[in-house]
């Protein structure tokens, strides 16, 4: 892509150069990431520079840039384009280079084989999705291998039971669902990923689809281009299921939870409701709010591939758990896996082990039934 095409996709001309982008970008700072320099040296100079790893690699994608922006553009999209230069021309962490080349191979980017993709369900009892399921729970790389989020999965797999729900899952046939890999450029391996899990979902006939990531929620809601089947948020599949009264909770838990809103499932999606209806839902439940929630929720520094990526200095997520202790919290409740790793590895990186805990939302409900 050269810069003309850049300046037309990314309506470059249109940006009044007013820096809301910059000025509200969460790592901008850490990284010296100047995202509306970016923009105006290919819009104005007709220059494409591949800007150091640092800056080009800090990005998020978290979408706060967009949602500020005035003139409706989408900075961090232009971003990934630049991302999908780097890609091609092989200028990449060897972190990212692994991530990648392990998604192409095994269908994870945790180097992990296929055929331990089903290990977390083990003492589970969980059908394949050919067994006459109505419904299929796509579980994701990071719940089906990482072994702290397993535990979400196993606890989402109990309200499931609780409430009666057939559901299946896809085992070892299950894929990337290839978010991140957008969000990193290489946009050829996410075109073949769509190609693939479509042949798979088309093969078992799915049209019901619960995911506990959001970043999978947002790859196949906003960039597969389909309209077979209709993604949910397991937090909009659990809400519901109280609403509708097949979720009868009985167990009290007396604390104060301060919940976290993901960018993918917020910012992104504008899912900001069920989370917190859960959370009120459960007996002696106090649900408290960051000051920076919803729209202005602030980053994990998780997603865009930062799960791969360190980029030196503070980490945003270290400021969540902080502020969270500050509110009075016991418990930070999140509903993405990548919040979940970041932020509880903040809790040791701050001093705060044993005054908070980190939990996702599916864990927190299952104490309760």
């Known amino acids: 892509m050269n810069a003309q095409e850049l300046v037309q996709k990314h309506k470059l001309l249109e940006c009044i150069q007013c820096g809301m982008c910059t000025g509200s970008c969460p790592v901008a700072k850490k990284a010296n990431l100047n995202i509306r320099r970016y923009m105006r040296e290919v819009a104005a100079l007709g220059r494409l520079t ?27 999209e232009f971003l990934i384009d630049i991302r999908s230069m ?30 331990k993709r089903s290990e977390w369900s083990q003492n589970l009892n969980v059908k394949h999705i050919s067994q006459g ?3 299929l729970y796509y579980v994701g790389c990071t719940s089906a291998y990482d072994p702290r989020i ?14 009666e729900i057939n559901f299946g899952v896809l085992g070892d046939e299950e894929n990337c669902c290839g978010s991140e890999v957008y969000g990193m450029g290489e946009k050829g391996l996410f075109e073949f990923l769509v190609e693939e899990n479509m042949k798979i979902f088309n093969k078992y006939n799915i049209k019901q689809l619960v995911t506990s990531c959001p970043h999978g929620f947002h790859a196949f809601k906003n960039r597969y281009n389909q309209t077979n089947f209709e993604p949910q948020h397991h937090t909009q599949f659990l809400a519901k299921l109280i609403d509708e009264g097949k979720l009868s909770l009985t167990k009290e838990v007396n604390k104060k939870i301060i919940y976290h809103d993901p960018c993918f499932l ?8 069920e989370p917190r209806k859960i959370i009120e839902s459960i007996p002696g439940a106090e649900l408290l709010e960051f000051d920076r929630s919803r729209a202005r929720s602030l980053c994990c520094e998780g997603g865009g591939g930062r799960m791969w990526v360190d980029i030196p200095g503070s980490r ?15 418990i930070l409740a999140v509903a993405c896996p990548f919040c979940l790793l970041t932020i509880e590895d903040a809790v040791k990186t701050t001093g705060n082990e044993g005054k908070i805990q980190i939990m996702d939302i599916a864990e927190l409900l299952s104490l309760a039934l």
Not at 266 to 273: A, L, P, S, T
């Open 150 to 163: 397993q535990s979400v999965a196993q606890d989402l797999v109990k309200c499931f039971e609780k409430a």
């Open 266 to 273: 917020g910012k992104q999606n504008g899912i900001y409701e």
């Open 50 to 76: 591949i800007h150091p790893e640092n800056e080009l690699w800090s990005c998020t994608t978290c979408s706060t840039c967009g949602i500020r922006c005035p003139k409706d553009l989408d900075p961090y």
């Open 133 to 135: 399921a109505e419904m």
């Open 316 to 330: 945003l997520s270290e400021t969540r758990v902080i502020d969270a202790v500050a509110a009075g919290a016991e």
């Open 86 to 115: 780097a890609v091609e021309g092989g200028q990449i962490a060897p972190t990212i280079r692994d991530a990648l080349e392990s998604i192409f191979k095994n269908g994870n980017p945790w180097a992990r084989i296929r055929s």
